[in-house]
């Protein structure tokens, strides 16, 4: 036979389940604002019925609900949309980063402008045309100084700009890796306080709430894996259980940086302590360690991680590392000697690249300057002499390293500036009329640069031979420098681009996770009356078992008195 008392029992499960259900609700409300918090509800799950199976059972026609009871606090959350968002968010990482880079070359560059290198070297062709009309003017020869000064101070600008701007990539480069670092160690540390609160039964949503963000903060750094182990105990069938976290490079290879008892640390440095800032004494990146740690924090091994493939390109895993890995400079392969048959060691970068090319353009500049200009003469007569020079590169670097940011103007006066291509008239007088050589110079930028090429000379029987060590072997200076302000524009665009269109899918992947998991206070507001309605339909409840308790206690039994 049931209690008397049982539906007093029914009622109290009721009132004390939907007072949970109301404080989980207040709890959404409050943290509607709180940076990756996912809504919580509870899981309503009824009691067991009355009677249970067996021999001693009461005879009565079936079984009798005995309430609700909370089965858990759960938080709403869809992990395939989470997925979703860090691929796209990894990739905004790393297109973010290169796209940062191109434009802060293009803005150096300043092409095309008044005032980029294009417009300057165009004004030195054209001083240099003014001066082969009237080489004897002394104005004419003083403006074509002052253009090749103007020249010489592009090169040098935009060559200490790019290596500057660099330096500070690599400034982001440590500051980067160390709040990766900083992200790592926070979520070893948010891992080991969910395999503590995990075994005794409960969920500990909002620990999943911090691990869940940092994942998010983490990825936009670095391409990374998870995989879930259980916490062991008495674990709820629904714990998420302990991350353990990967890095995934691009050949899909996996290295494990989290797991449940050790977490990993990106250094520079083969040894200890862990080193985040870029090595000063290089002006690239070379390697990269990780350094283990257990709970205590007490450092152990140091291991190598790959970062160049053997292609020569980078194969640390995508993200804004990579980005920016990219843009100040590695270990690779490259062209360096010109002959486009084969690769040559050398630093590879946003920006170290576009300090080759201007090096190339210095250096080769320089050199078809200064020998077509041997082979003029000057208002006296006398043979033209070097108008440019260079720094000689280090040992093992190219002819050309370094040209763009030393190139100037060697102690020159504007009478020695070889315009006429013969030295004397038939009569001993000096031909400072003869502007010939004035308009070899000024074709320079339109000549093929072929190895071997032979040039005729415009008012004179010599020729001028291209160097077969010049570094720009196709085409002529102009088209060469078109070319790579091209390729600029092209690489600057695309990533621009990928960037947008990240951008766009990984909004719309945030408003789906958001529909998901974020608290609406319209929907939070009709719980809350729900579960009030509730509460009080089972408050009523003990009051209508009371009055049935009071009818059977005090008004049975009292007949006939």
């Given at each position: 036979?049931?209690?008397?008392?049982?539906?007093?029992?029914?009622?109290?499960?009721?009132?004390?389940?939907?007072?949970?259900?109301?404080?989980?609700?207040?709890?959404?409300?409050?943290?509607?604002?709180?940076?990756?918090?996912?809504?919580?509800?509870?899981?309503?799950?009824?009691?067991?019925?009355?009677?249970?199976?067996?021999?001693?059972?009461?005879?009565?026609?079936?079984?009798?609900?005995?309430?609700?009871?909370?089965?858990?606090?759960?938080?709403?959350?869809?992990?395939?949309?989470?997925?979703?968002?860090?691929?796209?968010?990894?990739?905004?990482?790393?297109?973010?980063?290169?796209?940062?880079?191109?434009?802060?070359?293009?803005?150096?560059?300043?092409?095309?402008?008044?005032?980029?290198?294009?417009?300057?070297?165009?004004?030195?062709?054209?001083?240099?045309?003014?001066?082969?009309?009237?080489?004897?003017?002394?104005?004419?020869?003083?403006?074509?100084?002052?253009?090749?000064?103007?020249?010489?101070?592009?090169?040098?600008?935009?060559?200490?700009?790019?290596?500057?701007?660099?330096?500070?990539?690599?400034?982001?480069?440590?500051?980067?890796?160390?709040?990766?670092?900083?992200?790592?160690?926070?979520?070893?540390?948010?891992?080991?306080?969910?395999?503590?609160?995990?075994?005794?039964?409960?969920?500990?949503?909002?620990?999943?709430?911090?691990?869940?963000?940092?994942?998010?903060?983490?990825?936009?750094?670095?391409?990374?894996?998870?995989?879930?182990?259980?916490?062991?105990?008495?674990?709820?069938?629904?714990?998420?259980?302990?991350?353990?976290?990967?890095?995934?490079?691009?050949?899909?290879?996996?290295?494990?940086?989290?797991?449940?008892?050790?977490?990993?640390?990106?250094?520079?440095?083969?040894?200890?302590?862990?080193?985040?800032?870029?090595?000063?004494?290089?002006?690239?990146?070379?390697?990269?360690?990780?350094?283990?740690?257990?709970?205590?924090?007490?450092?152990?091994?140091?291991?190598?991680?790959?970062?160049?493939?053997?292609?020569?390109?980078?194969?640390?895993?995508?993200?804004?590392?990579?980005?920016?890995?990219?843009?100040?400079?590695?270990?690779?392969?490259?062209?360096?000697?010109?002959?486009?048959?084969?690769?040559?060691?050398?630093?590879?970068?946003?920006?170290?690249?576009?300090?080759?090319?201007?090096?190339?353009?210095?250096?080769?500049?320089?050199?078809?300057?200064?020998?077509?200009?041997?082979?003029?003469?000057d208002a006296e007569g006398n043979a033209g002499k070097d108008i440019f020079e260079t720094d000689t590169p280090a040992a093992g670097l190219p002819v050309y390293a370094g040209a763009a940011g030393s190139i100037r103007i060697s102690a020159i006066t504007s009478k020695e500036i070889a315009a006429s291509a013969v030295p004397k008239n038939a009569d001993g007088s000096v031909n400072i009329g003869d502007g010939k050589n004035a308009l070899n110079l000024a074709n320079i930028g339109s000549h093929l640069l072929n190895p071997g090429n032979v040039i005729e000379l415009l008012g004179?029987?010599?020729?001028?031979?291209?160097?077969?060590?010049?570094?720009?072997?196709?085409?002529?200076?102009?088209?060469?420098?078109?070319?790579?302000?091209?390729?600029l524009g092209v690489d600057s665009q695309q990533a621009s681009r990928m960037e947008r269109n990240v951008n766009v899918l990984l909004g719309a992947v945030q408003t789906n996770r958001d529909s998901v998991s974020s608290v609406s206070l319209d929907e939070e507001m009709t719980n809350l009356i729900k579960f009030q309605h509730a509460y009080n339909g089972a408050a009523r409840m003990i009051t209508i078992v009371d009055e049935v308790l009071d009818k059977i206690i005090n008004g049975m039994g009292v007949a006939g008195r």
């Amino acid at each position: 036979m049931r209690s008397t008392f049982m539906g007093l029992e029914v009622a109290k499960r009721g009132m004390f389940t939907q007072q949970s259900a109301l404080y989980v609700t207040g709890h959404n409300i409050s943290n509607a604002n709180t940076p990756g918090f996912s809504r919580q509800r509870i899981n309503f799950q009824t009691t067991t019925p009355y009677p249970a199976v067996g021999l001693n059972r009461p005879n009565i026609p079936g079984q009798m609900g005995t309430g609700v009871e909370a089965g858990s606090v759960q938080r709403i959350r869809d992990s395939f949309l989470d997925v979703q968002y860090r691929t796209e968010n990894t990739k905004l990482g790393y297109w973010s980063a290169r796209a940062d880079a191109l434009t802060k070359v293009e803005d150096i560059m300043n092409e095309p402008t008044e005032e980029g290198l294009a417009a300057t070297m165009t004004e030195l062709w054209q001083s240099l045309e003014d001066l082969a009309s009237s080489s004897e003017n002394e104005g004419a020869r003083g403006v074509v100084l002052e253009r090749l000064q103007s020249v010489t101070d592009t090169f040098n600008y935009m060559s200490d700009s790019l290596t500057a701007v660099k330096k500070d990539f690599g400034n982001q480069i440590g500051v980067t890796l160390s709040a990766a670092n900083s992200v790592i160690q926070k979520l070893f540390d948010v891992n080991v306080q969910i395999s503590e609160v995990e075994p005794n039964g409960y969920l500990p949503n909002d620990l999943y709430d911090e691990r869940d963000r940092l994942v998010d903060e983490l990825s936009q750094y670095m391409n990374i894996s998870i995989e879930t182990e259980e916490s062991g105990g008495n674990d709820s069938p629904i714990a998420e259980g302990i991350f353990k976290i990967s890095i995934v490079d691009t050949a899909g290879n996996k290295t494990e940086i989290i797991n449940k008892t050790e977490y990993k640390q990106f250094s520079f440095s083969a040894s200890l302590p862990v080193t985040t800032d870029v090595p000063a004494n290089s002006n690239r990146i070379d390697e990269m360690h990780l350094v283990a740690y257990d709970k205590s924090d007490t450092a152990g091994a140091v291991t190598p991680i790959s970062l160049i493939d053997s292609n020569g390109a980078v194969s640390f895993s995508q993200g804004e590392i990579r980005g920016l890995i990219e843009a100040y400079g590695y270990k690779g392969n490259k062209d360096t000697d010109g002959d486009a048959t084969t690769l040559e060691e050398a630093t590879v970068g946003t920006f170290q690249n576009m300090i080759d090319e201007l090096d190339k353009l210095a250096y080769s500049l320089k050199e078809l300057f200064n020998g077509i200009h041997k082979l003029g003469y000057d208002a006296e007569g006398n043979a033209g002499k070097d108008i440019f020079e260079t720094d000689t590169p280090a040992a093992g670097l190219p002819v050309y390293a370094g040209a763009a940011g030393s190139i100037r103007i060697s102690a020159i006066t504007s009478k020695e500036i070889a315009a006429s291509a013969v030295p004397k008239n038939a009569d001993g007088s000096v031909n400072i009329g003869d502007g010939k050589n004035a308009l070899n110079l000024a074709n320079i930028g339109s000549h093929l640069l072929n190895p071997g090429n032979v040039i005729e000379l415009l008012g004179t029987t010599n020729t001028y031979t291209i160097p077969t060590d010049l570094p720009i072997k196709t085409g002529s200076l102009n088209s060469f420098y078109e070319g790579v302000i091209g390729r600029l524009g092209v690489d600057s665009q695309q990533a621009s681009r990928m960037e947008r269109n990240v951008n766009v899918l990984l909004g719309a992947v945030q408003t789906n996770r958001d529909s998901v998991s974020s608290v609406s206070l319209d929907e939070e507001m009709t719980n809350l009356i729900k579960f009030q309605h509730a509460y009080n339909g089972a408050a009523r409840m003990i009051t209508i078992v009371d009055e049935v308790l009071d009818k059977i206690i005090n008004g049975m039994g009292v007949a006939g008195r």
